[in-house]
T-cell receptor, first 114, second 113 residues
Framework: SAVISQKPSRDICQRGTSLTIQCQVDSQVTMMFWYRQQPGQSLTLIATANQGSEATYESGFVIDKFPISRPNLTFSTLTVSNMSPEDSSIYLC???????????FGQGTRLTVV | AQTVTQSQPEMSVQEAETVTLSCTYDTSESDYYLFWYKQPPSRQMILVIRQEAYKQQNATENRFSVNFQKAAKSFSLKISDSQLGDAAMYFCAYRSARGKLIFGQGTELSVKP
């Protein structure tokens, strides 16, 4: 199984600012994903982070709001831009090694926007 | 598009008893994977059990087992000999061929001593 380190674990941010969340894996992985979990809700996929190319975003999520980088097979960042209170959520990084394999998750970043 | 539905927002079970959490899904794919994840208050997502759609045999992991009915698109989780540590939010998830996971709404399980 992969060990995933996600930073920061929590943050309180002012509206209008941006926060970058980091996801570091202890081994090379094929797939990396970013999810959002709004309070009391399930997980919703934001995007698939592609190594060396632009991320693939799900419906309702755009690159300008959630820019993603993946410079190599062990690291990715998600930025939440121009934040508003509606962005207050848990953001989770997830990795997988291929079709059908289970996804491993980071411990999540609890973001509160005030 | 694939969807996953968990119709039980909350469930409760007595310690040492058995409980079953329900999950149904909708897909036009023939090859896919199903998972149950547990999310305790720490918010860490923990894999409980997985099932390959091409396997008829139901998966089992110690006290956790599934009832996979492919034709009915049903994937329920049975927890036997429930323990206090089983209390958590449980999510059913579908993995498509592209690899992304689609989650159900979750079932919050409480365990009474």
């Amino acid at each position: 199984s992969a060990v995933i380190s996600q930073k920061p674990s929590r943050d309180i941010c002012q509206r209008g600012t941006s926060l970058t969340i980091q996801c570091q894996v202890d081994s090379q992985v094929t797939m990396m994903f970013w999810y959002r979990q709004q309070p009391g809700q399930s997980l919703t996929l934001i995007a698939t982070a592609n190594q060396g190319s632009e991320a693939t975003y799900e419906s309702g999520f755009v690159i300008d709001k959630f820019p993603i980088s993946r410079p190599n097979l062990t690291f990715s960042t998600l930025t939440v831009s121009n934040m508003s209170p509606e962005d207050s959520s848990i953001y989770l990084c997830s990795v997988g090694q291929g079709e059908g394999t289970e996804a491993f998750f980071g411990q999540g970043t609890r973001l509160t926007v005030v | 598009a694939q969807t996953v539905t968990q119709s039980q927002p909350e469930m409760s079970v007595q310690e040492a008893e058995t409980v079953t959490l329900s999950c149904t899904y909708d897909t036009s794919e023939s090859d896919y994977y199903l998972f149950w994840y547990k999310q305790p208050p720490s918010r860490q997502m923990i894999l409980v059990i997985r099932q390959e759609a091409y396997k008829q045999q139901n998966a089992t992991e110690n006290r956790f087992s599934v009832n996979f009915q492919k034709a009915a698109k049903s994937f329920s989780l049975k927890i036997s000999d429930s323990q206090l540590g089983d209390a958590a939010m449980y999510f059913c998830a579908y993995r498509s061929a592209r690899g992304k996971l689609i989650f159900g709404q979750g079932t919050e399980l409480s365990v009474k001593p």
